[in-house]
């Protein structure tokens, strides 16, 4: 197979090759395939339970359940897949022999990072036939079906470069897993208060300029804009609403969708150029012992 993907860099192309020969490989697209499959099957049913048919109308609200079923199927597939990526190597003793080949660490980097991608892509684009399903009552155009794959492109890239740079600073697999779901976890529920809170302060500094002074003009809520428009959670849920229905009303502010999308992407390429530069031989990553790091 590797011989069939010429093009590619060896260690992509045999990282590559090595994923999809795993017997595990075929089960996990199966069991994802099941867990969508009956999500659909279990909303037509609810909806099909009282009134005997499926109401076109709650095709877009179907489409945002599955988009965000998928979400928290990425956000725990990825950062297992890729957490591993350099600590694996690490642990097999093999992380010293691949510095020694022609490949820069910035490199080993982004073909681990690909390779860890490519199959999670691949899980997105095995579960397109089941949106093929709810995309028969209409309701959602193909133009927002592209939209939402871009969604969770730049998504996945953002949460496995996290999971690439926990890989490279900590050592062992276990903790670099650990690691990289808690900060996923804490960035998701962190910006999503701070989000909250900021709204919450903006609406109180909002009713009190317009009692005291009216003729103001209200400033526009750009941080609980912001902090909403970087989360992955408010976005998939508001992923197929005309950006007008955010903030306050009256008020236009940029369409959260490519904030998420800018940030994402610029964020993902600082993490991993940091992971290529802590995975430079000389450089001493962050959280190994002293005497470890002659053994990297």
Do not use: C
């Not at 003793?93 to 199959?119: D, H, M, R, Y």
């Not at 003009?217 to 750009?222: E, V």
Request: no cysteine; hydrophobic share 50%; net charge positive.
């Amino acid at each position: 197979m590797i011989t069939r993907l010429k093009g590619l860099s060896p260690l992509l192309a045999k990282e590559l090759a090595e994923r999809m020969r795993a017997r595990r490989t075929p089960w996990v697209i199966a069991l994802y395939l099941v867990l969508m499959g009956g999500i659909v099957l279990a909303v037509i049913h609810l909806e099909t339970s009282g009134d005997g048919y499926f109401n076109p109308r709650r095709s877009r609200d179907f489409f945002t359940l599955l988009a965000a079923a998928q979400l928290a199927m990425v956000a725990l597939i990825t950062p297992g897949l890729t957490a591993g990526a350099i600590s694996g190597e690490r642990e097999r003793q093999t992380l010293n022999l691949l510095l020694t080949t022609q490949l820069t660490p910035f490199g080993i980097v982004v073909n681990k990072f690909l390779s860890a991608i490519a199959f999670i892509i691949l899980l997105i684009l095995a579960a397109l036939p089941v949106y093929s399903v709810v995309f028969l009552y209409g309701g959602v155009s193909p133009g927002e079906i592209g939209r939402m794959l871009l969604f969770f492109l730049v998504t996945i890239m953002g949460f496995g470069s996290l999971g690439i740079l926990t890989s490279t600073v900590i050592r062992r697999t276990s903790m670099a897993t650990t690691t990289a779901y808690g900060v996923l976890f804490a960035y998701t529920a962190g910006t999503l208060i701070a989000g909250a809170l900021a709204e919450r302060f903006y609406m109180q500094a909002l009713r009190t300029t317009a009692e005291f002074t009216p003729s103001l003009p209200a400033r526009p809520p750009l941080l609980p804009h912001f902090l909403q428009s970087i989360n992955p959670i408010p976005i998939v849920f508001r992923l197929f609403q005309p950006p007008e229905r955010w903030g306050a009303p009256g008020m236009q502010l940029p369409d959260p969708y490519f904030i998420y999308l800018a940030f994402w992407v610029i964020l993902s390429a600082l993490l991993l150029f940091s992971a290529g530069y802590l995975l430079t031989p000389g450089r001493r990553p962050l959280f190994l012992r002293g005497r470890d790091v002659g053994s990297r």
